[in-house]
């Protein structure tokens, strides 16, 4: 006869192992789910668990919401986390290389961006070490988008999953934007949702590389800095551009905003300066496509158009650095954000 494991840490150490035996893991312990853990979830939401909320076709495998907050409490959430990892999860789905990007060669990142009071509220951290580990809110949002992943599509890394190398970040880059200190409207504004509205943003990525500048207070050096960044040959794929945007600190954001400048005014000069002539892109290999905007011998432009250049303002104000990260492939931020829905504000 069997003997019952009464001890509650044995119990405990039982249940994870049983997740890793299912293939239910990232590679770390999870957080095992009980039906009431998920009805918790739900509550929070006014959400049907059985609603279907994305679906792969080809691999015949649809997600519901209860299927989520299944993944999101393994995460590590909190159950007022959910309403965010549902609307992240749909920012994610609004990105036009999503369907192709979780079985990609380059294993591309969801960054995600939380705007609004809801920041404070779930201390999701937008202020110094935005983009390392040590907040929940932040880990486990970002970490529930990949457990929904692999646990709702059945994607795992060898199997399904085609990243050549895989990005580190790949499943724990979520960051609140820095809103009390940026001189512009929030990301999700330009998302379309009014300001002061808790919503998320969601951009698909291939890396990220800082820039640190703290010895001028000249926004056309900066801006120049941030421009030789974006032209990076490497980040050049094929095709007719590259991409990048920027995670300003508040130094380098104020810098450029008591200058006068907007942010559509700092996409537009970074557009026409993010530049590398054509012979560069020849000597990398890459000058099969890369023709010129004016001529044949002239700078070619590396980013596909202002406005696809994302810029938001995250971290602390004690050094005056930022961020490029790449976006995956030519297309770039969808410009959708997704309004946070709880219970109590859709009844």
């Not at 918790?40 to 519901?64: F, K, M, N, Y």
């Not at 008591?258 to 700092?266: K, L, Q």
Request: proline share 6%.
């Amino acid at each position: 006869m069997t003997s019952e494991v009464t001890d509650p840490v044995a119990q405990a150490k039982a249940a994870i192992e049983y997740c890793y035996e299912q293939g239910w893991t990232d590679g770390l312990p999870v957080v095992p789910a009980t039906a009431a853990d998920v009805a918790a979830c739900l509550a929070t939401t006014g959400r049907d668990g059985d609603e279907v909320i994305s679906s792969q076709p080809h691999l015949s495998r649809s997600v519901t919401v209860a299927q989520a907050a299944a993944n999101a409490i393994m995460a590590g959430c909190k159950p007022e986390y959910f309403p965010v990892v549902l609307a992240a999860w749909q920012a994610v789905c609004l990105e036009r290389a999503s369907r192709g990007a979780w079985q990609s060669t380059s294993g591309p990142a969801p960054l995600i961006i939380v705007n609004g009071p809801v920041r404070s509220r779930l201390g999701v951290n937008y202020a110094g070490g935005v983009f390392g580990p040590g907040f929940r809110a932040n880990a486990t949002i970002a970490r529930a988008i990949g457990l929904i992943v692999r646990n709702g599509y059945g994607i795992h890394p060898q199997e399904l999953e085609q990243a050549t190398q895989g990005l580190p970040g790949r499943w724990s880059v979520c960051i609140g934007e820095n809103e009390e200190m940026s001189p512009w409207e929030p990301l999700s504004v330009v998302g379309g949702v009014a300001p002061g509205t808790d919503a998320v943003s969601a951009i698909l990525i291939r890396t990220c590389e800082y820039v640190d500048n703290r010895s001028t207070d000249s926004a056309a050096a900066v801006l120049t800095d941030f421009a030789d960044s974006l032209a990076r040959l490497g980040a050049y794929v094929g095709g007719a551009h590259s991409s990048g945007g920027l995670v300003l600190g508040p130094e380098h954001a104020q810098l450029l905003g008591n200058a006068g400048y907007s942010r559509a005014d700092v996409q537009e000069w970074l557009f026409e300066h993010a530049v590398r002539d054509r012979s560069d892109m020849v000597a990398a290999g890459k000058g099969e496509h890369a023709v010129a905007d004016a001529d044949h011998g002239g700078p070619f432009r590396m980013m596909p158009a202002a406005q696809d250049i994302p810029i938001m303002v995250a971290g602390a104000a004690n050094a005056a650095m930022s961020m490029v990260f790449r976006p995956f492939g030519w297309a770039a931020w969808s410009r959708q954000s997704v309004p946070v829905g709880y219970a109590e504000e859709r009844s």
